[in-house]
């Protein structure tokens, strides 16, 4: 088997295992389980926890004592057991505990797998800026099969889906082992332990743009837990009105179309980039947020289905445009020296303290519109949709970008006007958006 094939079934199971439960979990939850909208939140609010300092104890520990590509499946063995034991679970403290100590396996294995691919790539001469975004991609792949296999067996409500995570982790992490060495280099110099924890990169945050940067990067992060953690739990609530819709019936396979869209706007980046700069790009990512939650709030899985698929197209925009964006506003504002550390911060703030805040918060926003057991999903979505939209506009003030041409100023006001508007008439868009 050639390297890259190794490294595409590589990344295939390491997303496969994510894919599997990250986005129904939230259904079986609620419905399975009976847990609160909080709990939900806190459940999710894990990885977060675990993005705070795991990647980089452990990247530490690979860089120092244990070569990557058996920490790696270290992690995913410990990771499966974990997986296992939560599928068993049904009070909320074990459950919790069960998950938490699985992010803190699975979160730092992120990191890992690129290091353990660039350093097979470079050990090979391969070009890695040319060759790793087409195995990369698979990663993607492996999301959207785990999420189709979950959904086509009606796994979404069942302890199956955690069963399923548990075995894919388990033959990875066996599989790890069979993969390139990652060799140990003994450093002669002293470094610190402030460097080598990264915490030197938080020395950027004494240029006045870098600190707005990675403030509203933590802000925006408290999204990217909403819909994982609430998404199907949204479409699962709709079971007594339309039982034989599509988004009832296939919930999973419904929202893996926001994954289908990332790899689309992948492709887009670079354009937008050359075109209007990196503060417009990451604008768009805001108001694509903006309209990803008020899409939902306006829709259902009967008239108003079509507001759920464009709420899945537009995720790959405010996915993509955010993170790829803002690893590459990272890459460029940063030297040699720092790098690394700005992008583990970048990490840090987005996945970890951004995570923990979105699915506490959001959890309590849950509860707070529900009455009777019965959620108000419309103005649960649009609370999360102006909450985006007051970020977006706060950012473009505080932020300073290039200087922008009138054709690019033009460009950056428009998203604002338009969704203004959207905002101002979603009251009386929401007739059949109430569950």
Same mark, same amino acid.
């Not at 679970?89 to 100590?101: E, G, P, R, S």
């Not at 939650?293 to 537009?314: A, T």
């Not at 604002?416 to 008439?425: C, D, P, T």
């Given at each position: 088997?050639?390297?890259?094939?190794?490294?595409?079934?590589?990344?295939?199971?390491?997303?496969?295992?994510?894919?599997?439960?990250?986005?129904?979990?939230?259904?079986?939850?609620?419905?399975?389980?009976?847990?609160?909208?909080?709990?939900?939140?806190?459940?999710?609010?894990?990885?977060?926890?675990?993005?705070?300092?795991?990647?980089?104890?452990?990247?530490?520990?690979?860089?120092?004592?244990?070569?990557?590509?058996?920490?790696?499946?270290?992690?995913?063995?410990?990771?499966?057991?974990?997986?296992?034991?939560?599928?068993?679970?049904?009070?909320?403290?074990?459950?919790?505990?069960?998950?938490?100590?699985?992010?803190?396996?699975?979160?730092?294995?992120?990191?890992?797998?690129?290091?353990?691919?660039? !350093?097979?790539?470079?050990?090979?001469?391969?070009?890695?800026?040319?060759?790793?975004?087409?195995?990369?991609?698979?990663?993607?792949?492996?999301?959207?099969?785990?999420?189709?296999?979950?959904?086509? !067996?009606?796994?979404?409500?069942?302890?199956?889906?955690?069963?399923?995570?548990?075995?894919?982790?388990?033959?990875?992490?066996?599989?790890?082992?069979?993969?390139?060495?990652?060799?140990?280099?003994?450093?002669? !110099?002293?470094?610190?332990?402030?460097?080598?924890?990264?915490?030197?990169?938080?020395?950027?945050?004494?240029? #006045?743009?870098?600190?707005?940067?990675?403030?509203?990067?933590?802000?925006?992060?408290?999204?990217?837990?909403?819909? !994982?953690?609430?998404?199907?739990?949204?479409?699962?609530?709709?079971?007594?009105?339309?039982?034989?819709?599509?988004?009832?019936?296939?919930?999973?396979?419904?929202?893996?179309?926001?994954?289908?869209?990332?790899?689309?706007?992948?492709?887009?980046?670079?354009?937008?980039?050359?075109?209007?700069?990196?503060?417009?790009?990451?604008?768009?990512?805001?108001?694509?947020?903006?309209?990803?939650?008020?899409?939902?709030?306006?829709?259902?899985?009967?008239?108003?289905?079509?507001?759920?698929?464009?709420?899945?197209?537009?995720?790959?925009?405010?996915?993509?445009?955010?993170?790829?964006?803002?690893?590459?506003?990272?890459?460029?504002?940063?030297?040699?020296?720092? #790098?690394?550390?700005?992008?583990?911060?970048?990490?840090?703030?987005?996945?970890?303290?951004?995570?923990?805040?979105?699915?506490?918060?959001?959890?309590?926003?849950?509860?707070?519109?529900?009455?009777?057991?019965?959620?108000?999903?419309?103005?649960?979505?649009?609370?999360?949709?102006?909450?985006?939209?007051?970020?977006?506009?706060?950012?473009?003030?505080?932020?300073?970008?290039?200087?922008?041409?009138?054709?690019?100023?033009?460009?950056?006001?428009?998203?604002?006007?338009?969704?203004?508007?959207?905002?101002?008439?979603?009251?009386?868009?929401?007739?059949?958006?109430?569950?």
């Amino acid at each position: 088997m050639s390297l890259k094939l190794r490294l595409t079934l590589l990344y295939f199971l390491q997303f496969f295992v994510w894919g599997s439960w990250l986005i129904s979990l939230g259904g079986y939850m609620s419905k399975t389980l009976g847990f609160s909208g909080f709990q939900i939140g806190s459940v999710y609010a894990t990885m977060g926890i675990s993005a705070l300092f795991m990647p980089a104890l452990l990247g530490v520990v690979a860089d120092k004592w244990v070569q990557s590509e058996r920490l790696f499946g270290i992690c995913h063995l410990f990771g499966a057991a974990f997986l296992l034991f939560a599928a068993f679970v049904t009070d909320i403290n074990t459950f919790y505990i069960a998950i938490l100590l699985h992010s803190l396996m699975y979160m730092p294995t992120i990191s890992l797998s690129n290091s353990v691919s660039f !350093n097979a790539l470079e050990k090979e001469g391969f070009d890695v800026m040319t060759a790793f975004p087409k195995i990369r991609v698979w990663g993607t792949v492996g999301f959207v099969v785990a999420m189709w296999v979950v959904d086509l !067996n009606a796994w979404t409500l069942s302890n199956i889906q955690l069963i399923i995570a548990a075995v894919a982790a388990l033959f990875l992490g066996v599989y790890s082992f069979t993969l390139p060495q990652c060799k140990i280099v003994k450093s002669e !110099n002293t470094v610190s332990w402030v460097s080598m924890l990264g915490l030197d990169a938080f020395l950027l945050l004494k240029r #006045r743009n870098m600190a707005v940067f990675f403030l509203f990067s933590m802000l925006l992060g408290a999204t990217l837990q909403v819909t !994982n953690a609430f998404g199907e739990v949204f479409l699962h609530d709709f079971d007594t009105l339309f039982p034989d819709s599509f988004a009832v019936k296939y919930p999973g396979i419904l929202m893996s179309i926001s994954q289908i869209s990332e790899t689309l706007f992948i492709l887009t980046i670079p354009f937008f980039l050359r075109k209007f700069g990196i503060k417009i790009v990451m604008l768009l990512s805001m108001f694509a947020w903006v309209l990803r939650f008020g899409l939902f709030g306006i829709g259902n899985p009967d008239g108003g289905f079509i507001y759920l698929v464009l709420s899945m197209i537009v995720y790959g925009m405010a996915f993509d445009f955010f993170n790829i964006s803002g690893s590459l506003f990272v890459e460029t504002e940063t030297n040699e020296k720092c #790098r690394a550390s700005a992008q583990g911060l970048f990490m840090l703030m987005t996945n970890g303290v951004g995570a923990i805040i979105g699915g506490q918060a959001s959890g309590w926003v849950v509860d707070f519109f529900t009455h009777d057991g019965v959620k108000n999903w419309s103005q649960i979505w649009f609370s999360f949709a102006a909450y985006v939209l007051v970020i977006g506009l706060v950012f473009t003030f505080l932020f300073s970008g290039q200087r922008q041409s009138q054709k690019a100023q033009s460009v950056l006001l428009a998203p604002f006007i338009a969704v203004a508007i959207f905002m101002l008439h979603l009251n009386g868009w929401v007739v059949n958006a109430h569950v």
